[in-house]
């Protein structure tokens, strides 16, 4: 018998992260409530938001006596990140199918991927474009086995209903919510938790992210929720596409982290933050208004990225 509490609410998971308040003048002095959701502190390898995706899907494999899981991702991945270590707490295989060419030695991302058991497959950049195609995913079947799929970034119905669940642990009434958009599905899980009260604004992290409102909306179309207008995708502040940095951005995050004492990376919550701070500037946030910045985690990814940090400021 399964024991759905356990995998819904392990006792290695933070339920009540933090709610903090933004103390930086721009914003206090402009009479904005700014408070930052620490889903980065929910768990040390399954933070932010690829938690809450993830669990419902975990379920799903159980029930469906799956022992392997296999996704998607890149060789920077979360998701993979993620995806690696929750095989390895809640006792499943792993299979990582790597979009492309190996190099040796592992970055920190597979190198920790691997530590935790998930066995890494490589495929041409061509070849990771068929991922949602049934003779793909057959002919992975006949590679691998038996395995319970989750899509990349984790994204589907069921990571919708988990991170739904974000919004009740939000204890503050507010006006806005915003996240980081990599695949749609935390924004989507963010628009149903809302149930209309509030508005929701996704950050698109990439460079051509106009899919992501048709993405979004068959999401919500998929669990019942196509009526829901009270969101946008914005498509501005991608700073070149996924991963891709400049002084700006790089010196924003630098002053936020210095200010706040708050550990940000400039690949997800780095690019949501800066159009908050842009949209205030512009006078689209406005005096008297709270408003919610969702801290999906991605930490992991600063290892990777500091080096690129640095000369960008060189």
């Not at 060789?75 to 707490?89: E, F, Q, V």
């Not at 980081?180 to 996704?202: E, Q, V």
């Amino acid at each position: 018998m399964i024991n759905e509490e356990a995998i819904l609410n392990p006792p290695f998971v933070n339920k009540n992260t933090p709610l903090q308040k933004v103390n930086d003048t721009f914003i206090t002095e402009r009479g904005i409530n700014l408070y930052m959701k620490r889903e980065d502190l929910n768990h040390p390898e399954l933070s932010g938001n690829k938690w809450h995706k993830l669990k419902y899907n975990l379920l799903e494999a159980k029930k469906a006596g799956h022992t392997t899981l296999l996704t998607f991702g890149g060789a920077y991945s979360n998701h993979i990140y993620a995806t690696a270590s929750a095989g390895k707490l809640f006792g499943l295989k792993t299979i990582g199918i790597i979009r492309g060419e190996e190099h040796l030695p592992l970055n920190p991302t597979l190198s920790f991927a691997t530590e935790c058991g998930m066995e890494i497959h490589y495929v041409d950049r061509k070849t990771y474009r068929n991922k949602t195609d049934e003779k793909f995913i057959d002919e992975l079947h006949k590679k691998f086995g038996s395995f319970y799929l989750i899509p990349e970034g984790g994204t589907n119905h069921l990571a919708v209903k988990g991170a739904g669940e974000i919004i009740n642990s939000v204890k503050v009434k507010f006006d806005r919510i915003f996240c980081a958009c990599g695949t749609g599905g935390t924004i989507a899980g963010l628009i149903a938790g809302l149930n209309g009260k509030a508005r929701a604004t996704g950050v698109s992290v990439l460079k051509g992210g106009g899919f992501l409102a048709d993405s979004v909306k068959e999401l919500l179309n998929s669990t019942g929720n196509a009526e829901r207008d009270n969101w946008e995708i914005l498509l501005d502040y991608h700073f070149g596409g996924y991963a891709k940095i400049n002084k700006e951005l790089v010196e924003f995050v630098k002053r936020f982290v210095e200010i706040n004492d708050t550990p940000i990376e400039p690949i997800y919550t780095g690019k949501m933050l800066f159009a908050i701070y842009d949209l205030i500037k512009r006078d689209e946030i406005k005096e008297n208004e709270t408003v919610i910045a969702l801290h999906t985690g991605g930490l992991q990814g600063l290892a990777g990225m500091e080096s690129k940090m640095k000369e960008t400021l060189a």
